[in-house]
């Protein structure tokens, strides 16, 4: 059940009706090229904005304005350097240590979570598994004024820690859910195994359980990644230091101070887009089976 | 983008088969044992009581008082946030911005990409199916804020490409600074966000429909039924769990809309783009009125909740 997510080929257009060719066929060809037009015309209105996005960055600041559709006259890559030298390269350090942070402690608490609630007896399991699957329901705007002063109290306000504990805390129950739905359909007969073995609870699960949860494991990350990499909301009221801000804020912060200096911005916003693209397509398979299984099977 | 994580399974949760497990055989300190496993789960329950749960239920003491970031000084003023938020015209402004946003992106990206997913997948070539189900996906794996600051420059007055498009199809009467003119500046970001937010659902619903058994579609076909119709009378109704959940996702959603508007308008042009989350944002952190951006929260809370009430109800019913 672990790969039904692996595409398979289904139905399609070949079991044609057995209707003769004459006016039929000639609205069957209009309606494939209705089709077709569509789906071209989507392509398009998807790629062409960001594919305009990595060209605008190679343009000058007249090139851009006055000739939007154009091509540059030069390639000009100083404004990658201009982009990370005015903050993008703090911004995206920060991203990257933020995100990292967060996805290795999310994933590792969620999968504990998910090993207590599916493979070891413990108290009040039900209690426990509701009121980590309920967090899904809680919008995250809804905690933000309260936590204004909570971090400010612990300390950790205007801080990294700030936004990985928050990515990490809003995230668990996602993560949980999704990894439990997973580790619950592993046969028992591999804890017995393990214990008849004389292994503990700690060496089972390390030793035995986590590999076993690999792919669903591997989803849970990118989409952790996916999220933190992203994120907001929190990202604008947590940080106000300069040198700790994650790249949506940072870029945005340079996009209203960079006001003549567009191709600046743009290199920014495509170095902020490329590594997510790119891990989309690079584990497409695993980014596919975590939102499937996530949103339900 | 939001995830729209979901609880169907939460509730389908069966725990016969989690909590058959094997420390009680090995007897003796089975107890012991037994208390200790709380440790694994632990560090998520510490996590979610003090940055969840806590500041959630601290929200609804702030919405019942009057308090300052810099001070610290609270008093309770009991439901005065709540009615100031009544008679306050643009939080009804921000609510409607919210349920347009809501309508049309249920119709975009629930309909229309279940419609689009059914002709996706009802195509021939598998390397065409996945090439197009990827592209689509991608403005979803962009941050919000790039999609933001790039639709900010497609909608410009000056060098925009929406407005070079529109004269080079000698409709310039149109062109317009889209954000800027408190008509257009709504529906330009609703529209940016179906851009953005299409292909996920798209992606879900091409899921759902390639685990629909392909012998119905070869018996339909057998009976003569055309491909328009197979769409009506098997896709759409065979997915239809995977439509609610979409539509509860969808509304969830379009309820949170922040991060689009913050880096287009921030709600202007004249309180024109104003949403919950930017006007609770504004009141909050702007004017430092905590108590009624809490109050705000709390109404954001409500709406999303019962949402989550009704898709956890939606998916027991389906289960009985």
Request: charged share 15%; hydrophobic share 50%; with cysteine.
């Amino acid at each position: 059940m672990a790969d039904t997510v692996a595409v398979r080929p289904v139905h399609r257009g070949s079991a044609r009706s057995p209707r003769p060719v004459g006016v039929l066929g000639f609205w069957r060809i209009v309606g494939r090229l209705m089709i077709f037009g569509l789906l071209a015309a989507l392509v398009i209105a998807v790629v062409y904005p960001i594919l305009w996005m990595g060209i605008s960055s190679l343009k000058t600041n007249s090139e851009i304005l006055g000739n939007p559709f154009g091509w540059p006259d030069a390639l000009d890559f100083g404004s990658y350097v201009r982009a990370l030298d005015s903050g993008v390269a703090t911004y995206f350090l920060n991203s990257v240590i933020v995100t990292g942070a967060s996805v290795i402690l999310t994933t590792l608490i969620s999968t504990w979570a998910a090993y207590a609630l599916t493979r070891i007896t413990i108290p009040f399991s039900k209690g426990i598994l509701y009121l980590i699957i309920g967090g899904l329901m809680l919008a995250p705007t809804v905690a933000v004024i309260p936590l204004v002063k909570l971090l400010q109290a612990w300390g950790i306000y205007d801080t990294y820690w700030a936004l990985i504990l928050l990515y990490t805390a809003f995230r668990i129950p996602f993560t949980t859910f999704l990894i439990r739905s997973y580790m619950i359909d592993l046969p028992l007969e591999v804890d017995e195994a393990a214990v008849l073995d004389g292994a503990s609870t700690w060496q089972t699960f390390w030793r035995v359980i986590l590999p076993m949860c690999t792919p669903i494991i591997i989803s849970a990350v990118i989409l952790q990644v996916l999220f933190a990499w992203n994120e907001y909301l929190f990202a604008l009221i947590f940080i106000g230091d300069e040198s700790l801000k994650t790249l949506p804020v940072g870029l945005a912060t340079l996009s209203s101070r960079a006001v003549t200096d567009f191709p600046a911005v743009f290199a920014g916003m495509t170095l902020a887009a490329i590594p997510m693209i790119a891990l989309f397509f690079l584990c497409q398979r695993y980014f596919i089976r975590g939102l499937a299984d996530g949103v339900g099977k | 983008m939001s995830e729209g994580a979901l609880v169907t399974e939460a509730n389908r949760v069966e725990l016969t088969r989690a909590s058959s497990t094997l420390d009680e055989p090995k007897g003796g300190h089975g107890r012991g044992r037994k208390w200790r496993g709380l440790l694994w789960a632990l560090p998520a329950l510490v996590l979610l009581c003090l940055f969840v749960y806590w500041p959630l239920l601290l929200n609804f003491r702030y919405s019942v008082e009057q308090s300052n970031i810099f001070t610290g000084e609270q008093t309770f003023v009991g439901a005065d946030n709540y009615v100031k938020m009544a008679g306050d015209p643009i939080f009804w402004r921000a609510l409607g911005n919210n349920v347009l946003y809501s309508v049309v992106s249920v119709a975009f990206q629930v309909f229309g990409a279940l419609i689009l997913a059914a002709i996706i997948e009802g195509l021939r070539r598998e390397r065409l199916r996945s090439w197009l189900r990827a592209i689509y996906f991608v403005p979803s794996a962009m941050s919000l804020t790039v999609t933001g600051l790039l639709f900010a420059f497609i909608y410009q007055p000056k060098g925009g490409l929406l407005n070079g498009l529109l004269e080079s199809l000698g409709l310039g009467g149109l062109a317009q600074a889209w954000l800027g003119n408190p008509d257009t500046a709504m529906g330009a970001i609703i529209a940016m966000s179906q851009w953005q937010g299409f292909g996920y659902s798209t992606l879900l619903f091409a899921v759902a429909i390639q685990r629909i058994p392909s012998e119905l579609y070869e018996a339909a076909a057998i009976d003569g039924i055309g491909p328009i119709r197979r769409v009506f009378s098997i896709t759409i109704p065979l997915v239809r769990e995977m439509t609610t959940l979409m539509i509860i996702v969808t509304l969830s959603g379009a309820f949170q809309v922040f991060n689009e508007v913050m880096v287009t308008t921030s709600g202007g042009p004249d309180n024109s783009t104003q949403v919950l989350g930017t006007w609770l944002y504004r009141s909050g952190f702007v004017k430092n009125d905590f108590g009624y951006a809490a109050a705000i929260a709390v109404v954001m809370f409500v709406i999303t909740l019962t949402l989550a009430i009704v898709q956890v109800t939606i998916a027991n019913r389906k289960r009985l």
